[in-house]
């Protein structure tokens, strides 16, 4: 039996937390445990860090009895890309290795159940499941439709409402609901509409085109189809991690149970209900932790004094304990009124620069809200405070661009270490091209498996020229020299017409292949990155403090060395609505606008090490300040 010894957790302590930090006796208790059990804890007590620190001691015991794995889930890239980067510090990692998996639900669900199952029913590849390349061909099949009908129906459903609304139901995809009701319900089986637009749903799906919600109706077909697919996974993996647990939406819930046999797998689900901030995770199907669940209470990423005041702006407050080795500076509400919002940011920046901050060894300021787009009635969002401010959705995980130079500019932007990633594009922009020809194998896609099969069947040493290719192309990327015009002409002059068996190319693909227009919405990370960046230049050539923009929902388990919290409109102005919590009333929660707008919030505020401040309209001050002075809040007034 395997079993974690404070001996091994002294040697990753050191690996860890290279300024000699500590785990502490809760810590450890968590570390050690390897039984089934729920763990809660508050924002930066180190779950994560505790949960990395338990697979690093794990991986050098490696193998398990049978041979069996560790699957580690969470719901973002940035969990995912945190624990491949502390466990990159150990010589030769095996925990990125069969049997082990380590990923988000969402790549979990694709690899095992999903894609198999596509396969299964529909006997095709899978082209892609993403929501960018889902809604760009959507939209593309909705244009389509004759122009009458179309006004028809976006009178009702706006076109980015209907892309997220027509849907396969989950337990049967031969039924598509609009909504919240039956396609059939809204127009007739009967009329043209339900046809056109059943067609371009089914249409989709023909293609391997799915978006995330469908690959769980494809993930539950198989389910029901091979219910010997559990024992199967619960033979595997010894291990279930479940990180950031509280995001878990009550169909992922039902689907993971489905999957994990109780009795055979070891599940730990990790997280903290106070930070449920994806929509559905709030309803009452939500995660509640086990009565004897394993709980940390102090955090180790903030000030007492920053415990203090975000202890009672939460669903459920539990007694937060701050870092006593911070330095407590005081939260600082920044009041502002509409003619002088712009000075907000400004504001921030001296504060920042008052407490010394802009010296700190980590200089990590952000500028957070709960909505980022512009608002069109006028009222306060993100581009308020900063007008050039972008929303951006999140493309890494993306597989799928709509020109070569796209394909290109987003392996420029990889910034994990793995060349299995930049093969992976540079292979899907050439399965790309074999889609823009209409070149099948045997009447189906192909996928990048049966690509080097067929070529491979034909001549080897074609393959071993590919992959020589490709390993340049990399060297090339990574070496900062352009690759498009090499990669447009093999594409074109070899690629092509060696399967096609002829060198004429249509123009769709020398379009593919020169198009330098980069589809709207999708500026690279990095570029965006940079956009919402405000720059605050410090006298005489001090330096500047950048303060980086974004929404709650993209800084979720970030850690910053100052947070600034927005108010935003939606529905509601939010501090407005959560103002007694500031001010230390908490009452029960009812609703679930006011608990949505707590939770996003609670975030919000605490991810900061040493500062945090609120942007605070004086409509929402007007008649709170004495309250809000005496929990602890400093109150700054912007001067006109
Ligand atoms: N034992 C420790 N001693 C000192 N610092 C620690 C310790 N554990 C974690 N930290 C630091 O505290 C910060 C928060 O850690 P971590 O992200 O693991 O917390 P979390 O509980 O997962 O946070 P969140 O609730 O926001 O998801 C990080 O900067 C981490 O390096």
Redesign the pocket.
Known sequence: MIEITNEDIDNIETIL?PDG????ES?RTVIKNLETVDIK??????????LIAKLLILEKKLPLENNRGICVLTHTNVGVNEIKGRSSQQEGSRLFQYPNHISTIQVFVDKYLAIPSYKHFYHGNVYSIDMDTYIEHFKKLFYKIPWRFRQNIERKFPLEDLCQKLVFDFEDDGIIYLGAKKLEGVYSNATDTYQYLKDLKVDLLENGILSYRDAYVMAFKFIKEFPEIRDLISTRFKFLYMD?MQDTSPIQMKLLNQVFDKSLVTIQRIG?TN?AIFESSSDDLSWKPDKRALSISES??FSPAIAKCIEKVCVDPQGVRGNETIQNIKPTIIVFKDNNIEKVLPTFADLIIENNLHQNNRKVFKAVGRVGKLHSEGKITLPSYYPSFNKSSNNRSRTSYSSLYEYILAINQIDNPNVNEYRRLLINSLLHATRIENIKNKDKWYSDKSLLQTIAEKNEQLVINLNKRIAKWILNTKNGQQIHEELAKFITCKFIPYLKGSKQVTKDLKDFCTTKHISEQKDSTKETEQINTYTHVVGNFEGEVKINLDTVYNV??E?HTATLYLETFYKKYDLFHLVEYLKQNHTKLKGKEKTNALCVAYVGL?RP?HFLCLAMRQETLDGNEEELKKVGWNIVNIKD
């Not at 930090?21 to 502490?24: E, G, Q």
């Not at 804890?41 to 505790?50: E, F």
Request: net charge positive; glycine share 12%; with cysteine.
């Open positions: 937390f930090s500590k785990f502490n810590h804890a508050c924002p930066g007590s180190g779950k994560t860090t505790s950031e903290d930070q180790k990423r979720k388990g850690t605490t090490t």
